[in-house]
């Protein structure tokens, strides 16, 4: 296979779309799965690098949001 199918425990689409925001994008939604899980494509090494500096991100955000903080 070359991707990863992930439960994100949160809106698939909030992150696809705070993904995009910072120059990842984020697969299509994948019924009857799409509104907390997301398939994340297999990329080279480098993009795979920066994909996961930008999910760090994403989620840390939403879970900061989550507890009433600051985006």
């Given amino acids: 296979t ?3 199918f992930v ?3 949160r809106p698939a689409k909030g992150f696809r779309d705070a993904c995009g925001k910072r120059n990842v ?3 299509r ?3 009857p799965m799409e509104k907390i ?3 994340i494509s297999i990329g080279t090494m480098e993009e795979m690098r920066r994909a996961c500096d930008v999910f760090a991100e994403v989620l840390d ?3 900061t949001d989550a507890a009433g903080g600051v985006q």
């Fill in 2 to 4: 070359n991707f990863l």
């Fill in 29 to 31: 939604d994948f019924p």
């Fill in 61 to 63: 955000v939403a879970a």
């Fill in 37 to 39: 899980h997301c398939r």
């Fill in 25 to 27: 994008v984020v697969g």
């Fill in 7 to 9: 439960e994100l425990r």
